[in-house]
């Protein structure tokens, strides 16, 4: 019997590639044996087996990518979220999804465990360095509803933070107010963990449900809770 050889040699082969190509064939999803997607480039494949490299292939495509979830309120760690299980079906990327995306995702604007709502992971510098060094730049938007009625005195508190705080700048105005609940859109630029709930406090306002809907100009719009979906091309924070 013949001995089982690396699928990237076989693949290098068929291509007449270099080895390093043939991986990242692989790992892009578009090698299959015997009809099965094979995505680990040391997989021993025998000679019967059936290797055939996708018509589209393009070592192009291999970009790293930026993950959106739309965190449960909560959830402390939702990275273990992020899975082929818990991919949004209705995800508008429309990219195969691949074992190569779980790997060496940063995350980015962590959110309250209590909160509901956008997380990033991404595997992109460019992305991180945004949302990280550069987060003061970035503003983030959020709903919040709070137990009664809010008084003009109230939102104007809420609004007065900026005098706290160089840079910081927040926006505030109310959705919807009765006696049992009021609803609040937040928006908030320099700011950081935990502070729309010290604003919140400090107003004298009990929040029941806070999420965040929406980072830089990347919404959260439609995305169900505890799911996923790629972050598009023409999408920039």
Not at 46 to 57: G, P
Not at 134 to 152: F, K, M, Q, R
């Amino acid at each position: 019997m013949t001995e089982a050889i690396r699928l990237a040699k076989r693949v290098a082969a068929q291509l007449v590639c270099s080895r390093s190509q043939a991986e990242q064939y692989i790992e892009g999803g578009w090698v299959r044996v015997n009809g099965t997607v094979v995505e680990e480039p040391h997989f021993r494949a025998q000679d019967r087996d059936q290797v055939e490299i996708d018509a589209h292939a393009n070592l192009m495509a291999l970009t790293p990518v930026t993950i959106l979830l739309h965190k449960p309120a909560d959830e402390a760690a939702p990275l273990h979220l992020v899975s082929r299980a818990t991919h949004w079906a209705q995800d508008p990327a429309e990219m195969n999804v691949l074992k190569r995306h779980f790997v060496k995702l940063a995350p980015c604007m962590s959110l309250e465990q209590a909160a509901s709502g956008l997380v990033v992971f991404t595997q992109d510098f460019r992305v991180e360095r945004k949302l990280t060094q550069d987060a003061h730049l970035v503003e983030i938007e959020l709903t919040v509803e709070v137990t009664g009625e809010v008084s003009p005195a109230q939102l104007q508190r809420l609004m007065r933070a900026d005098e706290s705080r160089p840079g910081l700048q927040v926006k505030a105005s109310v959705n919807s107010s009765n006696e049992q609940m009021s609803k609040l859109r937040l928006a908030i630029k320099g700011g950081h963990l935990g502070l729309a709930a010290r604003l919140c406090d400090a107003a004298g306002l009990q929040i029941q449900t806070m999420k965040r809907i929406r980072i830089g100009r990347v919404p959260m719009t439609q995305l169900p809770v505890g799911q996923w979906r790629y972050l598009m091309p023409h999408e920039l924070f």
